[in-house]
């Protein structure tokens, strides 16, 4: 009982009764055995355990070995489980098709127990050797995450500062981006929907969308009232150079992974307006990116909620009416309707 715990488990899968007596009793003293006389049956088996390896059989009556190879490649919780082949005919076809199905090895019948426990063990270490490399895999990209978010959060700090620290600008942008999101996520529209996995590279990617302000001057980025218009003119630079910073780290990489592509998007196109008079390239509707026009929409609601240096701030309700006047010549007009339910959420987030 005890030792059940540690021993791999193998399920044979064999219409004949013989030769499944035969690999049990090869490999019961090293492994935990399951005996299947049937592919449909082996089905059933799996829907409550999953063995280490698997042995089946090509030729059966039901279900032949060939289509139970496939169900198994088809899902998801058996497709990494190695299958070893047993076949009663030589021949270069066969053992194509069943590598080209994905069986790791074949084993020609009869069997002699030399052979079945070298190649099994062969297979159980090889399996023993995928995991654990799988596992490092896995612990070293949840480290290179983490080390992303730490990076993350120096840049947008860095970014905080330079605009005057204590605004919290970015922290609630942010917000407003998940809130966005969260509410693209469920749009019955295609064309608008989220995906939690680009949901959460814009979300992050938000952080960053005025990187480029750590290269306008104090005398612009700060200056209390308005700006003339050769001010504005510098303080509409900070997009390009922000673009400009993240393509050093995408070219650095050699890689434009997802989320630097939607930080560089975010960061390059957050002031383009739908009706193509945006800047730093006067892109027009569908050609500014989703998540350059989901900025948009934080950036302003937060520009006129909370304020900033050049302006004082609005209550909710007038930023909420200027974002629906500017609907259709600003804001994306198909994305302000299907965020209609979310604009109440920030006004939580504004207090
Ligand atoms: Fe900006
Ligand atoms: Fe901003």
Redesign the pocket.
């Known amino acids: 009982m005890g030792n059940d715990a540690v021993l791999r488990g193998i399920l044979v899968i064999d219409d004949d009764a013989t030769n499944l007596r035969m690999l049990q009793e090869i490999l019961k003293p090293a492994y935990k055995v399951y005996a299947s006389p049937s592919g449909e049956r082996a089905l059933n088996f799996l829907e409550n355990r999953i063995p280490d390896l698997i042995m089946l059989d090509v030729e059966m009556p039901g279900m032949s070995g060939y289509e139970m190879l496939k169900r198994l490649k088809g899902d998801e919780r058996t497709a990494s489980v190695p299958v070893l082949f047993l076949t009663a005919q030589e021949g270069r076809d066969k053992e194509e098709e069943a590598f080209r199905l994905g069986a790791v090895d074949y084993i020609l019948k009869p069997v002699t127990a030399g052979v079945v426990r070298a190649r099994v063990d062969l297979h159980i270490e090889l399996g023993d050797y995928r995991k654990r490399l799988e596992k490092l895999v896995n612990q070293k990209a949840e480290r290179l995450g983490r080390m992303r978010n730490s990076t993350l959060k120096i840049l947008s700090g860095v970014t905080a500062w330079r605009d005057g620290g204590v605004s919290g600008?970015i922290e609630r942008?942010t917000a407003y981006v998940s809130l966005a999101v969260k509410g693209l996520s469920e749009a019955d529209d295609p064309a608008y929907r989220v995906t939690p996995q680009y949901g959460d590279c814009v979300i992050k990617a938000s952080r960053l969308?005025?990187i480029g302000h750590v290269a306008i001057p104090d005398s612009i980025l700060l200056k209390p009232g308005p700006l003339l218009p050769e001010e504005f003119a510098v303080m509409k630079t900070h997009t390009v150079i922000g673009a400009a910073i993240i393509d050093e780290a995408i070219n650095d990489l050699c890689d434009d992974s997802s989320f630097l592509t939607a930080a560089r998007e975010i960061v390059i196109s957050?002031h383009e307006r739908w009706d193509g008079t945006g800047y730093p390239n006067a892109l027009s509707g569908e050609d500014i990116p989703l998540s350059g026009r989901i900025m948009a929409i934080a950036?302003t609601y937060d520009?006129i909620a909370a304020g900033n240096p050049h302006k004082a701030p609005l209550s909710h309700g007038e930023a909420v009416r200027i974002i629906r006047d500017e609907t259709g010549s600003h804001f994306d007009p198909r994305m302000i309707e299907i965020l209609g339910d979310a604009f109440p959420t920030f006004a939580d987030v504004r207090a």
């Open positions: 600008h942008t969308h005025d957050h950036d520009s």
